[in-house]
């Protein structure tokens, strides 16, 4: 067990449909990050809050949104769902904002059908 | 473009053999460069890092050596253990990347008993 922990692992959801995954970072963790992982893609950055702030944006649609909560935990939106946004969407949480520290949850593997 | 790469996606060496897995990074700016173990089913995790006014780090069984001059990373896995079959990622880290992570695609380590 990393510490990161990620609900729900496993979703299947119809196109056009909204989902939201959840993170729960490791204890201390202030800083959250969201990857996502396809096949062709390979692991991209889609993006981090760090102590509720977004820090940084990456590859991430404007279908999909994320927030950090005054918890820490974060919550990824994706919304309108498509085939291709399949894939597994893995958080990972650090320390700090600018440390490279990174601890992976298990992931959420997204089925679109 | 900046792409982290790999030259071999997949790799299958003999248990107690020694095993070296492969990136080449595009971004000469890059100054910090991280491994990744992702077994299935679970989220990447950090096996070693090294910075870019390093040449060379070691852990534990493992070895990273880096090449500025050809922008040419490597990991090697002394006496590889069948727990040591997984999918390997190399990252690195720049100022452009806003301190996030590129991910390479990743090779395929198979360890034959």
């Known amino acids: 067990d990393s510490g990161v922990t990620q609900t729900p692992k496993h979703l299947i959801t119809a196109t056009g449909q909204r989902v939201t995954l959840r993170c729960s970072p490791r204890?201390?963790?202030?800083?959250v990050y969201w990857y996502q992982q396809s096949l062709d893609q390979g692991l991209q950055f889609l993006i981090q809050?760090?102590?509720?702030?977004?820090?940084a944006k990456g590859n991430i649609l404007e279908r999909f949104s994320a927030q950090q909560f005054p918890d820490l935990h974060s919550e990824l939106n994706l919304s309108s769902l498509e085939l291709g946004d399949s894939a597994l969407y893995f958080c990972?949480?650090?320390?700090?904002?600018?440390?490279?520290?990174?601890?992976f949850g298990s992931g959420t593997r997204l089925t679109v059908v | 473009g900046e792409s982290v790469g790999l030259h071999l996606p997949t790799l299958s060496v003999q248990e107690g053999d020694n095993s070296i897995i492969n990136c080449a990074y595009s971004?000469?700016?890059?100054?910090?460069f991280i491994w990744y173990k992702q077994e299935s089913g679970k989220g990447p995790q950090f096996i070693i890092d090294?910075?870019?006014?390093?040449d060379k780090r070691q852990g534990q069984r493992v070895t990273v050596l880096l090449n500025k001059t050809v922008k040419h990373l490597s990991l090697q896995i002394a006496a590889t253990q069948p727990g040591d079959s997984a999918v390997y990622f190399c990252?690195?880290?720049?100022?452009?990347?806003?301190?996030?992570?590129?991910f390479g695609k990743g090779t395929k380590l198979s360890v034959k008993p």
């Open positions: 204890s201390g963790d202030l800083s």
């Open positions: 809050y760090y102590n509720g702030e977004e820090r």
């Open positions: 990252a690195e880290v720049y100022g452009g990347s806003q301190g996030n992570l590129i």
């Open positions: 971004n000469s700016a890059s100054d910090y």
């Open positions: 990972a949480s650090s320390p700090q904002g600018g440390d490279y520290g990174y601890t």
């Open positions: 090294i910075r870019s006014n390093m």
